[in-house]
């Protein structure tokens, strides 16, 4: 039932910048973590940047200074302003919760992606 649905990425050049959007729907008690991940094509999925419950956030050292997290009103809503954006950060950005469902059952859940592509 818990559903997380991205919005936000497309292409850009170089030095441009984007917001990605992630919205938690459906049955949930508490959010214990919202973030995003990324995976380019052949690599690993990697933690680009993490903001749990209790307010600390977590970002990977390649985006520090150009990218910042943060929460919506609603806290089942998490967003990722990404500037000064650089060819290396290409890649399908996947949304990331960590939560308790209606019946405080914890789990994980991912969006289905959004692609990001910058140009050089």
């Known amino acids: 039932q818990v559903r997380l649905v991205e919005s936000g990425g497309g292409l850009v050049q170089a030095g441009g910048s984007l917001r990605l959007s992630c919205a938690a729907s459906?049955?949930?008690?508490?959010?214990?973590?919202m973030g995003w991940y990324r995976q380019a094509p052949g690599k690993q999925r990697e933690l680009v940047a993490i903001?749990?419950?209790?307010?600390?956030?977590t970002y990977t050292d390649s985006v520090k200074g150009r990218f910042t997290i943060s929460r919506g009103n609603a806290k089942n809503t998490v967003y990722l302003q990404m500037n000064s954006l650089k060819p290396e950060d290409t890649a399908v950005y996947y949304c990331?919760?960590?939560?308790?469902?209606?019946?405080?059952?914890?789990?994980?859940?991912w969006g289905q992606g959004t692609q990001v592509t910058v140009s050089s």
């Open positions: 903001f749990t419950g209790g307010g600390s956030t």
């Open positions: 990331f919760a960590d939560l308790n469902d209606s019946t405080w059952r914890r789990k994980n859940y």
């Open positions: 459906g049955s949930i008690s508490s959010v214990n973590a």
